[in-house]
């Protein structure tokens, strides 16, 4: 566990990280995610799938209007904004714990804070090459907070990973400050299954613990490991058989610092991580 955080939002819902792990459950309403596409694009099903992830102890409902599995190609922000809006606002109607939503686009940030969002997941850690600045500036104008993921394209590195994944960091906190983005609003994740061989995403998660601390400042840290390729390559396992070895890798992040393990199979890697803290804090 990392910095304590607090997160009051408007409509009285909050989030308290570094108490212990909470639980992001994936919400996609994608028809080609890598891993459950086409399986909640209705907003019933949709609706459903949210309710059951909070009894199954979810803390946040991320949802995806598209998907970012190996190869895809982007869709611009208007046709994502109107795939997004009819579910999201259904789900931010009934949902009883904070929504955030996956994109990397400005526009789409906007209207999904517009419609009350309370936090954005950005795969390309404010730094998406088509608008530069573009979403620090919507994060910081909504005051919300926002998962920085490190990513790149192409998965070779000169020298040590993991301090090329701190300078990917470093230029991301130099675009939160130029937007005025509060460094207290960044939560950090070490883009599993993005820009990396999967012998490299088992080497990250090894060493996650260095990606923690900057300027003497220690940043909560998400995972998201879940159904990952890196597990097919580990254990040669297609991706609906891979649930406990997804709770093995959250387990161990849970131990090298993560403060929310983003997860497709909430239940028992919700019960697992409850016991992680239990075992840590005993």
Not at 98 to 108: H, I, L, N
């Amino acid at each position: 566990m990392t910095a304590e955080r607090t997160y009051r939002f408007r409509d009285g819902k909050s989030l308290t990280l570094g108490k212990r792990t909470l639980i992001m459950g994936i919400l996609n309403v994608t028809p080609d995610s890598f891993s459950d596409g086409g399986r909640w694009n209705t907003v019933d099903r949709a609706l459903r799938h949210m309710e059951e992830m909070v009894r199954d102890g979810a803390d946040i409902i991320d949802v995806g209007a598209e998907s970012s599995r190996p190869g895809f190609v982007p869709m611009g922000a208007a046709e994502e904004t109107e795939r997004l809006l009819p579910f999201l606002e259904v789900v931010l109607r009934e949902c009883p714990v904070p929504v955030s939503v996956d994109t990397f686009k400005a526009e789409t940030a906007r209207a999904a804070l517009s419609a009350g969002t309370h936090m954005l997941n950005d795969i390309w850690g404010l730094q998406y090459a088509e608008e530069p600045g573009a979403m620090a500036h919507a994060a910081a104008e909504a005051n919300a907070p926002v998962v920085v993921m490190h990513n790149q394209n192409g998965t070779s590195y000169d020298g040590d990973i993991i301090a090329a994944m701190r300078d990917f960091f470093g230029r991301s906190f130099a675009a939160a400050d130029a937007a005025g983005l509060a460094r207290d609003n960044i939560i950090l994740d070490p883009g599993i299954g993005f820009g990396k061989t999967p012998a490299a995403n088992m080497h990250v998660m090894r060493r996650m613990g260095e990606l923690v601390s900057y300027g003497g400042e220690d940043y909560p840290v998400l995972l998201g490991p879940s159904r990952k390729s890196f597990i097919g390559a580990a254990l040669d396992l297609p991706v609906e058989e891979r649930t406990e070895a997804t709770g093995a890798a959250c387990v161990l992040g849970v131990t090298r610092g993560a403060s929310i393990v983003r997860v497709h199979d909430v239940k028992p890697i919700a019960r697992m991580c409850r016991m992680t803290d239990a075992i840590l804090r005993a």
